[in-house]
């Protein structure tokens, strides 16, 4: 059985997480795969003295990976950029193939990466969805597909939120407290709850499944911080969850790619996978609806994806005796033309404070009217004992993000209005 040499860049929860696999299951790994990978060197910035190195070689330069000959391939898990990014150029430039967790890199240099590399492997199913091989579906088990949309619920730290707030009723910011409490969430959950994370991996997801190159820029993000339990009761009155999305989808008028929370219908799969499992959906012209689910992040979860880029490059190795032609789509093409936000079509909710007076739903419902604005179903519930404020809650039939702006901003400037408009955008995944 021949022997493949890893070398690992960082000893966190995710390396860890790989070395544990390794020790477990590295037999029935080699069973299936006709090779054994053996850790041959681990660089970090400190050693870990109750974390088994497997008898890999430690070190705290990362370009020691690059320049030791016994290590085939390098596993990246450092996380950051600069550091991360530097030492994949090193890696590809020495010939050597490298699977990588880190979406963020790839988000933002992806480019230049496989730009400057045109013949080794650069893996990483892990930087998308955890443990979900949607990387590999949509580039290999889809691959004679045209994709109509690839949607998805893929930070985990966002979904624990609003499904705390759906079943518990919690406000938000309990629910980020109980989330940091479980370890769900950062000391600084900003990444999460303001979508970075989650448009980074659409970024890849975008460029894959729709041939374009990868443009973090281009994408419309926005996080869940201002959701509030009552639009999770009035949703779920209505029929519908609130779910983070991201949505790459390809329609007659261009491709969009964007990120925000948005209203699913109770009946749809997608919002059904609560807590901090993450799902993607997708749809193509031969398969249809595929649904892809399992937990999104942690360290087993996301080792077991860094695995699965090792054991096919090493294989991909091994059966081309070197000259590897790696299997990550390589694009040649501009960037397709991504939809401006205010082209998007889509159903919305809306939430409308008001004063308790006569005539307050009309004035609202001629507003929306003069901008070409149908009402599909509509709440108004009479004031509790000593309140005189009101919400208007409408969902509306498709209609122009530009349209829906303008109606809102007039609606906004009605005097009995007495707090900001709220909106969500409605998904029906149809």
Sequence with gaps: ?????????????????VLQILQENGEAIGRRSGFSLAVKRIASRSLKPDVDLLGAVFSDQLQDLVEDPEVDIIVELIGGETAARELI?????????VVTANKAVIANYGNQLFASNSRIPLRFEAAVAGAIPIISAIQQGLVANQFEHVVGIINGTCNYILTAMQNDGAQFADA?????????????PGFDIDGVDAAHKLTILLALAFDTT???????????TAITAEDIRYADELGYKIKHLGIARQTADGLEARVHPALVPKHQLLANVDGVLNAVLVKSDSAGDTLFSGPGAGGAATASAVLADVVATAGELQSLSGEAIPSTARHDGQLKVILPL???NTGHYIRIPTRDEPGVFAKVTEALSRHGISIDAAIQK???????VV????????????????ALDEVQALEQVSGPVARIRVENLD
């Design 176 to 188: 980020l407290s109980t989330a940091q409490s479980l370890g769900y969430a950062e000391a600084d």
């Design 391 to 406: 919400s208007i809650v409408m969902l509306t039939h498709r209609v122009l993000e530009s349209k829906i702006v303008a």
């Design 214 to 224: 990868f443009d973090f820029s281009a994408l419309h993000v926005e996080g869940i």
């Design 342 to 344: 205010e082209q998007v």
């Design 1 to 17: 059985m021949k022997e493949i040499g890893l070398g690992i860049a960082g000893l966190g929860t995710v390396a860890q997480g």
């Design 382 to 388: 009479e004031p509790g004992a000593g309140q005189d």
């Design 89 to 97: 150029q090193s890696a590809l430039g020495a010939g050597k193939p």
